[in-house]
């Protein structure tokens, strides 16, 4: 069904390492801007669809699309373009003792398969960073942004043919049918790469259904350790950013894991300013006993990524409990303590098995435009090829070239 689509990126892939990109880039731009008006119009059906569902005001956050929003992404294409081109890089070169010359070099991939959940904005994101990278986008997105990512492709495709480039270089599977996913995951010879970014169902469904290879990115089961030597009123202010600014996102806090030594004069201030801000609290026994009211937590609960304003308390007897605790339960992608102690700062960062991890800063940073990185496709929780925000550079591959002078081996 979607063998001509992947042929056709395919095709599209083969002139973009020697095209020029950051001038297709602009002209992506300039049509994105143009069709905002379009863009938000068919954006804000998907949300009403979403709300007339019922669905948390914390996930059609994720969904929604606003001037402002729009006006970043904007602002992200500016950044990319800004950047060095990632492909050609001479990474490492070497004479080799029959004289020739080995250099290794940053290549495109060739066509890469993006598929998430919500989140329009991923899909400028991962068609900028595809096409500066040199590689085509085949985007497969959920059913509820759908109206949204029809406009916003057509405009990156508007933009693509005015700068003389193939249309195709930039495509979307435009189907709610879930066979269109697992064509996408098997289409070996045709796609080179698979990112999914999305919640935890959909990352294990591809990553155990895929036949071309993967980068596993995304859930984030993220911890906040309130440390006994921790200053309070900067523990407070990380953890009500990390939960509340926007609990959708997979950066965000899911844990609160507090000290016995301080939890007396924490835990009521922490649950008072949580509920306060409209947070579901769930704790353990100590945790209920220093804040009566608390739902109580199961272990269902420890492992859980909310993406909502519910948070899991757990009251422990110090540091090495605190990283049993997250490395038990976490998911490798962003841990923070905040605490006073260079030594405890040490040991977490020493021990702590994740993607990225914070002393007294909120886990909110993980994020490749917060990085420095422009646009980023997503947040591998692996350890091979990329961990951590995967910016422009993540999404090249390598190449060996040797050049010589006859020599036979």
């Given at each position: 069904m979607l063998k001509e689509l992947f042929t056709q990126a395919r095709v599209a892939s083969r002139t973009l390492a020697r095209a020029n990109r950051n001038h297709a880039l602009n002209a992506i731009k300039?049509?994105?801007?143009?069709?905002?008006?379009?863009?938000?119009?068919?954006?804000?059906?998907?949300?009403?669809?979403?709300?007339?569902?019922?669905?948390?005001?914390?996930?059609?956050?994720?969904?929604?699309?606003t001037e402002k929003r729009m006006e970043g992404i904007l602002e992200a294409i500016d950044q990319v373009i800004a950047l060095p081109d990632p492909v050609g890089r001479v990474l490492e070169g070497w004479r080799h003792p029959?004289?020739?010359?080995?250099?290794?070099?940053?290549?495109?991939?060739?066509?890469?398969?993006?598929?998430?959940?919500?989140?329009?904005?991923?899909?400028?994101?991962?068609?900028?960073?595809?096409?500066?990278?040199?590689?085509?986008?085949?985007?497969?997105?959920?059913?509820?942004?759908?109206?949204?990512?029809?406009?916003?492709?057509?405009?990156?495709?508007?933009?693509?043919?005015?700068?003389?480039?193939?249309?195709?270089?930039?495509?979307?599977?435009?189907?709610?049918?879930?066979?269109?996913?697992?064509?996408?995951?098997?289409?070996?010879?045709?796609?080179?790469?698979?990112?999914?970014?999305?919640?935890?169902?959909?990352?294990?469904?591809?990553?155990?259904?895929?036949?071309?290879?993967?980068?596993?990115t995304g859930v984030g089961n993220c911890h906040l350790y309130v440390h006994r030597d921790a200053d309070l009123n900067s523990a407070l202010k990380i953890l009500m950013n990390g939960k509340t600014q926007r609990p959708g996102v997979c950066n965000a806090l899911e844990t609160l894991l507090v000290d016995q030594e301080i939890a007396s004069a924490f835990l009521p201030r922490a649950v008072k300013a949580l509920r306060d801000a409209g947070v579901?609290?769930?704790?353990?026994?100590?945790?209920?006993?220093?804040?009566?009211?608390?739902?109580?937590a199961t272990e269902e609960d420890w492992s859980t990524e909310f993406l909502d304003l519910i948070i899991a308390v757990k009251v422990v007897k110090g540091l090495d409990e605190a990283i049993n605790h997250i490395n038990t339960y976490g998911s490798q992608h962003s841990e923070a303590i905040v605490t006073e102690s260079l030594k405890a700062a040490e040991q977490f960062q020493n021990e702590v098995d994740a993607a990225a991890v914070y002393v007294n800063v909120s886990t909110r940073f993980t994020d490749g435009f917060e990085f420095g990185f422009g646009a980023e496709i997503g947040i591998s929780t692996q350890k091979m090829h990329a961990r951590g925000p995967m910016g422009l550079r993540e999404m090249v591959t390598i190449q060996y070239r040797i050049r010589g002078e006859g020599q036979v081996r």
């Open positions: 300039k049509h994105l801007a143009a069709h905002i008006p379009e863009i938000l119009k068919e954006n804000s059906i998907d949300v009403e669809n979403e709300r007339q569902k019922g669905t948390s005001a914390a996930l059609v956050d994720r969904l929604t699309l029959q004289g020739m010359q080995i250099e290794k070099v940053t290549v495109p991939f060739g066509v890469i398969g993006m598929i998430y959940e919500s989140r329009p904005n991923v899909t400028v994101d991962a068609a900028i960073l595809c096409l500066k990278a040199g590689s085509a986008v085949i985007l497969r997105g959920s059913s509820n942004a759908l109206n949204s990512n029809r406009a916003l492709v057509k405009a990156m495709r508007e933009g693509l043919k005015e700068a003389g480039l193939n249309e195709n270089a930039i495509s979307l599977i435009d189907s709610t049918d879930r066979s269109s996913v697992t064509e996408l995951l098997t289409a070996r010879g045709f796609v080179d790469l698979v990112i999914p970014r999305g919640g935890a169902g959909l990352i294990n469904h591809v990553v155990q259904n895929a036949k071309v290879p993967v980068i596993e579901e609290v769930r704790g353990d026994e100590d945790t209920q006993m220093y804040a009566p009211g608390v739902v109580a």
